[in-house]
């Protein structure tokens, strides 16, 4: 049916948008030094470390988004919220890595940051859900996903980074950066179910 | 007509666009506190409530957008142009939930943001009107428009809410908050009438 | 032939990306008031007004941008650069608009707010020169757009704009807006040549 | 196969998303002077001159990305990955932007916007070779490629460029200049490649 590939098309242009826009203004965090000496920009290096870490989240998001969607067949009401709500959860990332960068991961903007990072995923999860509750349970996606276990364990890994931030930042920063690495690898599940015929 | 396919594509395009812009750089009126406790944090949660309640409503209007022009088959200049008046009020919205939230939630600017919510609500309206008026009163989605009670009253309950702000701005605030939750569910009339053949 | 339609859809969809975000980015020169009090809005009238004339010129530019490359059928590497050309001095009106807005319609912001008119519209006649050459003298886009004696005129206008500004402002800015509703009205030529068979 | 065209479509719509933003922030640099006499932009000067230099800049990748994909057929996680970082080093660039034209064209951040052309370089370098490992040695694409001295010759100027700002700025920028405008010729190989059946 054509209506709902429109619909669906919108959906991916409007997300593709959003994404593009959250991972565009966090460089904006990166403020321009007054001074023309290599010094001057010592104190951005912890703001562009940041970036770099949330680009590369965002990055995964965004693939991650892009290899679901190509196995949804329908759009629901239920979804275009869900879809929403993740975007809400990931326009907030650039707020979080500017503090962080700013403060030169100090406790508490660090412990921000794994919230940040831990509320796209339940968001995503909860994505995930109101696509599989329409595709149904035999669909080739929740074929694909399976038992999802890097799903399930990055929540728990971000709240593990939560907490290490009040003990030691470079604890919680390893965590972040080692759950983003995780994701890198493209999802071989995926694909696999798309080459299948 | 496949020109008249390209017409509406881009309408939507140009939309998705603004109106992605406009979702996301309301997340700029979250300024990055300097210090990094969590009582820096507070005087961020006011802008914060303001830009989910925004947030909300800028979804709304997309999904709204999304489901109506689904059954849109003809573009003309004048929907161009309601559909640009559309847009030109919702850029308003960052605006007025930046004010509101940095004050707040003072009577003048609760005040504004209602009149930042009224103004829309009566350009969706001539965005409507323009529709129909191609489309005719008995296309499908005339029919599927129907009597429109929620889009006659939420203008009635913005005023209220903007005659509210100078008693009490609870009310007001409750008011905004109300409307949102009644538009929050999806438009049944407009899926129903997409299913039916 | 496909390959040559999907150059022409990125050229659009690249085009409403920058013109979607030139045109929310002036709503950033609109700064929040720190007071909570009607008349800290005084300041913001003038910012306002220039406002809502730059929306209409870049909706203008967009609406007409929208009905010519609707008659357009081969996109080549001049028409590229001819349109980025033309997306460069419209990048520049948010600039114009806030300096004109800022200073409350100053003779020398004034002037300047007209050169960041005639720039885009010298670049338009560049980018129909360019469409022209391609699709030839005989083409139905050539034949639709005629003398183009709006197109013609317009230069001058804003000249005469530029030069008034020294002499009274008003004179100037109401220039600007009689040649922003002069291509308010949707261009007929090319509705009709979209409808001739 | 028509997934892959629509991986291919969502990788294109988001690249034009990004390079738009990436454009369009860039002339927020520009910050609108205070006062409203002539003599008030010329500070404004260099910055202006930088960002035309970088718009022509990110208008070339623009455009070159435009005609590669045009010949891409199969899209895979590898190219997602290498699409995306050259999107993040394009992103820096409205960094050293607002730099070089903050500081006059001052030698560390004359070498360091050599630095950041240099990036993005060899990010599409990357690319490049992403593609072709998929399309295969024989194919259109790779052939249309050919021995892609421009490509190659690149980098060197650039590093060149940012060693000479240290002896004398305006030989680097006369490099800078120099490649834009060595690149600034549209890609006759591609287009031939297009035309060939």
């Known amino acids: 049916m054509t209506g709902n590939a429109v619909e669906k098309d919108r959906l991916l242009a409007f997300s593709d948008g959003v994404i593009a826009i959250i991972i565009t203004i966090m460089v904006l965090e990166l403020k321009v030094p007054h001074e023309a000496t290599l010094e001057a920009l010592t104190p951005v290096i912890p703001v562009f ?21 190509h196995l949804v067949r329908h759009v629901d009401g239920l979804m275009l919220w869900a879809n929403l ?10 707020f979080a890595t500017g503090w962080m960068g700013e403060n030169h991961f100090a406790p508490v903007p660090t412990a921000a940051y794994g919230i940040a990072l831990l509320m796209p ?6 994505l995930q859900s109101a696509i599989i509750r329409k595709e149904g349970k035999d669909s080739t996606l929740a074929r694909a996903i399976g038992r999802d276990l890097k799903g399930k364990i990055s929540p728990v890994l971000y709240l593990g980074g939560v907490l290490c931030s009040f003990l030691d930042t470079r604890i919680a920063t390893a965590i972040y950066v080692l759950v983003a690495l995780m994701w890198f690898i493209p999802d071989r599940r995926i694909e696999r179910a798309i080459r299948r015929p």
Chains 1, 2, 3, 4 share one sequence.
Do not use: C, R
Request: charged fraction near 0%; avoid cysteine.
């Open 49 to 69: 470390l940041t970036y770099v870490l949330s680009f590369v989240y965002v990055g995964i998001y965004w693939n991650t988004h892009h290899h679901f969607f």
């Open 85 to 94: 709500n993740l975007l809400f959860w990931l326009s907030l990332l650039p």
């Open 121 to 126: 995923a339940l968001a995503w999860y909860g």
